[in-house]
Structures are given as structure tokens and as C-alpha cells.
């Protein structure tokens, strides 16, 4: 019997993941949290054979109470279930030490092979973040940014202007056009809406 405990903030949520997981003859779910650290509380406890966690949820997001599950109880194993698949999610789980990386519209049968194939040891994605994984890892990161520039495209992230984003940052607009385009040059973009994308996709922001 595979022992499962869900860390979701939704109780709609958990109450169908337990009733599909409980379905299966050799999955049991033998606990649920509402929290990153009531999650990290209860796995430490109880010892689940797998942890479905979510990623975004208060007291704690899913990719640190991942990493403190895995420091204390590395038997442990731990599958990311979410509606996020961003570069930088994706990259933060797995770097946490997380064993699989599925997205909630997965099936009942899917959802159930997948923490079969993680009880056994073995390392599930769902497909498009699969295809994230190798584009990563194909693709060079650009340069890092510098410290004003980080500052600046934080500002055109938030919608300003050119010319607002100097006066918050005590700079003249053409100091900050300086900066833009050095940001284009390091990550290879022409714009700004692509300047911020691509620096977010590479968790520069």
C-alpha cells in the first residue's frame, strides 16, 4: 500500500484528489494539510511513502516546505501537483528535489500511475514540463543582469513609463533607455514585453 499525504490550501481539492487516490486498491491517502508548514508538520510525522504538494499556498509555498521535507526525511518523496508550469516554478521544484512535476488536469488514471512510477523511485513530469526541462537546458541562460538594470525592468514589469520609472529611480530618461537597451542586448530581445518575459522565464525577476 503506497501511503499518500496531500498538501493543497483547497479543501474542494483535496477532498477529489483523496477520493480518486482512495479509489485505487493499492493507494491510501493517509493525511491532508492546508499549508506549506502544516504539510512539512504532518510528513515529518506521519512518514508518507509520497507527498502530492501543491505550489502557491500561505504559511509557506509548496517549493520550500518541499526542500524542508527532503532535508529531514530524504525517504521521503515528493511530487509537485499544480496549476502553475512557469520556467521558474518548474525549475524551483525540481532544483527542491522534488520527484515529479504533474498539473492538476491530469486524469484519475495518469495521476495514480504517476505516484506508482514515484513509490518505485522514478522521476514523473507531465509532458509540457518535460519539454520546459529540455528547452532549459538547450537554451544558454543569458548574462546576468546588473543591479540598476534588474531595477529597471522590475519598473517596466510593473507598467511604467520610461519616464516615471526615472523619476522613481532618481535617473533622467535617457539614462533609463541606456539601461533598456543593454537589457535587450543581454537577453536578445527587441522590446519590452519580451525583455520582461524572457528575464522572468529565466528567473531573473
Do not use: C, W
Not at 493499492?26 to 502544516?38: K, N, Q, R
Not at 509557506?60 to 532535508?71: M, N, P, S, W
Amino acid at each position: 500500500m503506497i501511503r499518500i499525504l496531500l498538501v493543497d490550501d483547497h479543501p474542494v481539492v483535496r477532498m477529489g484528489l483523496r477520493g480518486m487516490l482512495d479509489a485505487e486498491a493499492d493507494l491510501t491517502v493517509i493525511g491532508e494539510a492546508s499549508s506549506g508548514t502544516e504539510g512539512v508538520a504532518l510528513a515529518l510525522a506521519e512518514r508518507p511513502d509520497i507527498v502530492l504538494m501543491d505550489l502557491r499556498m500561505p504559511g509557506g509555498d509548496g517549493v520550500q516546505a518541499t526542500g524542508r521535507i527532503l532535508a529531514a526525511a530524504p525517504d521521503v518523496r515528493v511530487m509537485v501537483l499544480t496549476t502553475y508550469e512557469s520556467d521558474r516554478d518548474i525549475l524551483r521544484a525540481i532544483e527542491a528535489g522534488a520527484s515529479g512535476y504533474l498539473l492538476k488536469d491530469a486524469t484519475p488514471a495518469e495521476l495514480a500511475d504517476a505516484v506508482r512510477a514515484a513509490a518505485r523511485g522514478e522521476t514523473v513530469l507531465a509532458p509540457s514540463v518535460a519539454s520546459t526541462l529540455v528547452r532549459q537546458v538547450r537554451t544558454p541562460a543569458p548574462p546576468p543582469l546588473s543591479a540598476r538594470e534588474t531595477q529597471v525592468l522590475r519598473q517596466v514589469a510593473a507598467g511604467l513609463t520610461n519616464a516615471e520609472i526615472g523619476r522613481r529611480l532618481f535617473i533622467s530618461e535617457a539614462t533609463v533607455k541606456t539601461h533598456l537597451l543593454r537589457v535587450f542586448n543581454k537577453l536578445d530581445v527587441a522590446d519590452r514585453t519580451a525583455a520582461v518575459t524572457t528575464a522572468m522565464r529565466h528567473g531573473l525577476l
